[in-house]
């Protein structure tokens, strides 16, 4: 049976629960004119959020970069599925322990359909750089963060959503220069430097302008 959340809210279940540090919720709406529109347009949207590789050109690029590997660290030019990493090239210096880069892993990508309500879930944590054998956090937050992207689809409005929980900078690490690095970034993340970021992904993955074929902005 549906909890009024989940009627309310569809996909809130997906997202997990804050229990420290900061949060953050970067949400973008777009009405279609019909509801066989917006079940057109949600399969586009479905198909955008799962192409790490493309977010940049989404979002409008001047941001960080991403890209999709899969779960040993090696470039793959496809959708994203449980168990994937994404190596995020931040602007600026980077973490020694990531190789220069942020990196995330794909925890779970879930779907769901409730009535006339779809949605498709994807959570990321911070985790260690595949690339080495180092067990070290290669993030400026530490893996208690969780980012879970969303689109859904409720009659004929689709929405885009990006929900942060748990955002502690990542200040623990053998490498000093680390530790220096993430408090600056992680202090950023925390007054909300990071928010345009996710606003430019959530607002480029419901532009109904771009043109999508086979993957590509």
């Known amino acids: 049976m549906e909890t009024n959340e989940q009627m309310n809210d569809p996909g809130a279940a997906h997202v997990p629960p804050q229990q420290k540090g900061t949060e953050m919720n970067a949400v973008e709406k777009i009405e279609l004119a019909s509801e066989a529109e917006a079940i057109y347009f949600f399969k586009i949207v479905k198909e955008r959020l799962l192409d790490v590789n493309h977010w940049s050109k989404i979002a409008g690029g001047g941001m960080s970069d991403f890209f999709l590997t899969d779960g040993a660290g090696s470039p793959v030019q496809r959708k994203a599925t449980d ?103 992680g202090w950023g993340a925390k007054i909300g430097f990071s928010y345009p970021q996710w606003k430019a992904l959530v607002k480029g993955l419901l532009d109904n302008a771009n043109v999508y074929d086979d993957g590509k902005i």
């Open 83 to 185: 168990g994937d990493h994404i190596r995020i090239d931040i602007p600026g210096p980077g973490p020694q322990t990531g190789g220069g880069y942020d990196w995330v892993t794909i925890e779970e990508i879930k779907s769901e359909v409730m009535g006339n309500a779809e949605v498709l879930s994807m959570t990321a944590r911070p985790s260690a750089n595949p690339l080495t054998n180092s067990e070290d956090t290669a993030h400026f937050l530490t893996d208690a963060a969780t980012s879970t992207f969303q689109v859904k689809r409720v009659g004929h409005t689709v929405s885009a959503e990006e929900h942060g929980r748990n955002e502690v900078p990542n200040t623990d690490t053998e490498t000093s220069l680390d530790n220096i690095r993430n408090t600056f970034v």
